[in-house]
């Protein structure tokens, strides 16, 4: 599709036109994010990930780019000028995947997983046939997808991220079953349909994963950072931060002492006085059943929503809705627990759906035992802070009404929405959450916040510092408490995903815009400040000082 531009000496419609042509053109490049949005004319499309089909996007990416940055800036509106701005990061994101982290051409799991049915699944906002049309057709495209990704994957890749596809791949076909299921019950019909897809589907993934295991994992490499400069232009492109990494973790550290010393001193104030080891076993001891474990959600959910409203920590919309169900099978191995908000397009209405992985009854005893330990009833409740309220459902309420733009609608920073969401577990505890339960609410909160603060450190170490993933497993177990394997799980997660620095680097910037601007432009008020923030979208951290500027 050609968007050549003819100038007109009108900014603001030049800028329009760009707008929608720059979002077509990521679309084309990223469907499933469209979808994700609520754009569902995108349902059921799949990318041509061909070397030549990226080829041909960079080109024109490129040229798209040099017409957003030929409209003269003075001309446009402040708000005008965000949005430039955010379209031309949109544009820098993709061609930083494409150019400089390679992801396609080194990372498998770039293909296994465009083959989720998820979003056609979980969230009703059309009817369950139209829906499972969508889904057969998504099957239909894998074979060429997984053929594409075949010839495009270099020789040799990262080791761990081959694992993860092996893992990720391997639950795809008990996902596919779950999908089959629904399709039947819409109509035997859709359900046979959907077999007839199917069969073919999982015959290439059989293929690809079999490739990955017999040819790329022999011959796999431990080498996967992304090296200093990579790692400085990452944080432009998604976060439009220009300061040095360097600082970016010594921030990290801080808040890592910070948090540490914190831990330290609620143990210290126990009656009498405990270990921290102490005090997390004490939490792990209070956890909920596997019969009780959803129900105990759902009254989180009321608890949390109830205290944002009478703290009047912001508005909390009438419309809000959130249901609690168990985690889809596909979605168990990599989630503990998960918010699918509504887009900021979506017509299915306000509803938010707050997943909670239960335990397996086919674990044993023991493994039960220590799943219900980690979602102990103070983090249970520290995990639907961070989800729902005043968390992750209520941000994307906030961005459906308060982004006013196509750019403000289709920008989502990672930092942003992870950030303002880390930053509701400590302001929850700052404002009296679960004061009456003898300290376990803010050993929770403490607990959550040394992971967050040790990806960061993690992610800077892997990709800039030459730290290995034994050190990173080390750092995770000696600064933030944990045990050897989901220190380990942490460190493999920092290898393919960097931007895991996004918790704690969100939540500072969110920290450091609170101290800044509530006292002289909100009077204090927690509600206007909240609100005002909330108002943005979901924009690049690093501009945070740009838009309280602008409003």
Not at 202 to 209: P, S, V, Y
Not at 303 to 318: C, D, G, N
């Amino acid at each position: 599709m050609n968007h050549t531009l003819t100038p007109t000496g009108d900014a603001a419609q030049e800028l329009a036109h760009l707008e929608n042509a720059i979002t077509d053109q990521l679309f084309q490049l990223q469907p499933s994010y469209a979808v994700f949005l609520g754009l569902h004319q995108y349902d059921g499309r799949v990318p041509v990930l061909t070397r030549e089909a990226t080829d041909l996007w960079l080109v024109g990416a490129d040229r798209l780019l040099s017409q957003l940055r030929a409209i003269p800036e003075e001309k446009l509106a402040e708000a005008r000028k965000h949005d430039r701005l955010l379209l031309e990061l949109l544009i820098e994101s993709s061609r930083f995947d494409l150019q400089e982290s390679h992801d396609l051409d080194r990372n498998p799991m770039s293909y296994v997983g465009s083959a989720s049915l998820t979003a056609y699944m979980v969230r009703e906002y059309a009817p369950l046939s139209q829906r499972v049309e969508a889904m057969v057709h998504t099957l239909n495209e894998i074979p060429r997808l997984l053929r594409d990704g075949l010839e495009r994957l270099d020789p040799t890749l990262p080791q761990p991220f081959v694992r993860l596809a092996l893992s990720i791949g391997g639950g795809l076909p008990g996902h596919f079953a779950e999908a089959e299921a629904l399709a039947t019950h819409a109509s035997p019909h859709l359900g046979e349909r959907f077999r007839e897809a199917r069969v073919p589907a999982e015959t290439a993934l059989g293929a690809f994963l079999r490739t990955l295991e017999e040819e790329c994992l022999p011959r796999a490499t431990p080498e996967f950072a992304l090296g200093p400069a990579k790692y400085q232009r990452l944080l432009w492109v998604r976060e439009g931060i220009r300061t040095p990494f360097a600082e970016v973790a010594e921030a990290g550290w801080r808040d890592l002492r910070r948090n540490q010393a914190r831990l330290a001193e609620v143990a210290a104030h126990e009656d009498p006085p405990r270990t921290i080891a102490e005090c997390l076993e004490e939490l792990y001891r209070d956890h909920p059943s596997s019969n009780t474990l959803i129900e105990e959600a759902r009254r989180f959910v009321d608890e949390t929503r109830r205290f944002v409203e009478e703290r009047e920590l912001a508005t909390v919309p009438p419309e809000a809705r959130c249901r609690v169900e168990e985690t889809p099978v596909y979605g168990r191995a990599l989630s503990t627990a998960s918010m699918n908000p509504p887009g900021p397009y979506d017509v299915a209405g306000d509803e938010g759906i707050y997943f909670v992985t239960p335990v397996d009854l086919t674990w044993s005893p023991a493994k039960q035992e220590e799943w219900l330990r980690s979602l102990n009833r103070p983090m249970l409740r520290n995990i639907t802070a961070h989800e729902v309220y005043p968390g992750h459902y209520l941000q994307f309420l906030h961005f459906r009404k308060g982004a006013d733009s196509t750019a403000r609608r289709v920008y989502l920073s990672s930092s942003f929405a992870e950030g303002w969401a880390h930053y509701c577990e400590q302001l929850t505890i700052e404002q009296g959450m679960g004061s009456d339960d003898d300290g376990r609410a803010e050993v929770a909160q403490l607990h959550d916040a040394l992971l967050r603060d040790c990806r960061l450190l993690s992610s800077v170490g892997l990709h800039t510092g030459g730290m290995t993933l034994a050190q990173s497993a080390q750092l995770f177990q000696q600064q933030a408490h944990m045990e050897a394997l989901p220190a380990e799980r942490e460190a493999i997660r920092g290898t393919f995903n960097p931007e895991y620095f996004c918790y704690t680097l969100g939540k500072l910037a969110i920290l450091e815009a609170r101290n800044r601007y509530l006292a002289g432009m909100f009077h204090g008020s927690l509600k206007g400040f909240h609100d005002r923030l909330l108002s943005f979208g979901c924009p690049p951290v690093g501009l945070l000082d740009r838009l309280f500027g602008a409003t």
